[in-house]
């Protein structure tokens, strides 16, 4: 009589980082570009360098309100000099007599000849017929004067190609005249979530659930994290736990997206419908990291129909996140959002996919460690030190709520009380 076999182990988790090198390995930047206005370019990414047409500042200028002089003029405190000309910003100068200064206001042009600025609280206003001033304070040469071209020079590429455009950088493309910019097409993003549990707010009052039924705040909170990450959303809202319903939603999404995006149903439960479905219309090529939470994220592609259009050969790219909301949420931050900045044309790999942790101690501590890299919710408090929320459940969305980043542990690591730790803000994770 043989004896009975053991079943085969099962296969090591892939780790985070190795996932993330995968993941991003797959992504191509889209090509399409388009103009938008400066005005509306907030979080685009630009298309192409820029580059600056000009100097800025355009000459040399005051940075303060005082008068403009000839160091050589005012060797000692006490001297007294005539006032010869005003000068606003906007308004020419002409050049400084020797002897004399120049009323002068922030940003003006300087008047040849002038080689500093004393600030207004340094003089004193000489009455009589001839205008003229006390300088109370010796200056030195360059003092309180911008230089042209210190800010920017002719030629620089001030903006670089595959650079996500923040306010300052919208300020710093007016500076040089830009009105429009070339920037990358915002990526097509198709949306919806799984599970006959999950409730619409406003479709049932609270009282009115059934036994079972949730409220679906996952939709609520990808969305809006989508819309920051620049994306073009279809909410394709939720689709029942059938596989032939699951199929649909993926066909049509498919067609005229760049990146499907689901929730829930990539686990292994019989109602688990995302996994197997996507596997039938394309590939499922990576699936349950070595993380917590997380571990059920998925990756894949699905294909589109013939009649698509251009993009027809290419399949469209398919993220699974787990149901649990901060399983979700995390999930997003850590690995969806470097693939939608690879996806616009920023450049990201897997060594500098996240941003750089802060280490800062543990007013906390972590008995038993877990085999998986667990991302801890915590929250900066007064003394410079990090608190723990006291439920790290994956169901808890409270926790991402009350904390402002994330502790990220190494698997098979205990904390103590006063460790270093490395601290990922929720701010750099959102920027």
Known sequence: MNAPQKSAARAPLMSLDAAMADLLGRVEALTAVETVATFDADGRVLAEDLVSAL??????????????????????????????????AGHAAQPLEP?????????????????AVVMQEDTVEVGGDIHAVHIQAVPEAGQWVRRAGEDVTRGAVVLARG???????????????????????????????????????????PEAMKPGAIYNSNRFFLRALLHRMGCEVSDLGIVPDRREATLAALKTAADHH????????????????????VQQLGSLDLWQIGMKPGKPFAYGSVRRDAGAGPAASTPCHFIGLPGNPVSSFVTFLLLVRPFLLKLQGVPVDGVHALPPPVKLPAHFSVARADKRREFLRVRRNAAGGLDLFPNQSSGVLTSAVWGDGLVDNPAGTT??????????????LLA
């Open 55 to 88: 100097q800025v500042p355009p000459n040399d200028n005051s940075s303060m309100d005082g008068y403009a002089v000839r160091v050589a003029d005012v060797t000692e405190t006490g001297v007294v000099l005539r006032v010869s000309q005003r000068i606003a």
């Open 99 to 115: 002897g004399t200064c120049a009323r002068i206001f922030t940003g003006a042009p300087m008047p040849e000849g002038a080689d």
């Open 163 to 205: 650079q996500r455009l923040a306010p300052s950088g919208l300020g710093l493309a007016a500076s040089l005249g830009r009105a429009r910019l070339s920037v990358k097409v915002r990526p097509r993003v198709a949306l919806f979530s799984t599970g006959d549990e999950l409730v619409m707010p406003g479709e049932v009052a």
């Open 258 to 277: 760049d990146l499907i995006l689901t929730s829930g149903g990539v686990s292994v439960g019989e109602e688990d419908h995302i996994k197997p479905s």
């Open 415 to 428: 904390i103590a009380r006063g460790d270093l730790v490395s601290y990922l803000s929720f701010s750099d």
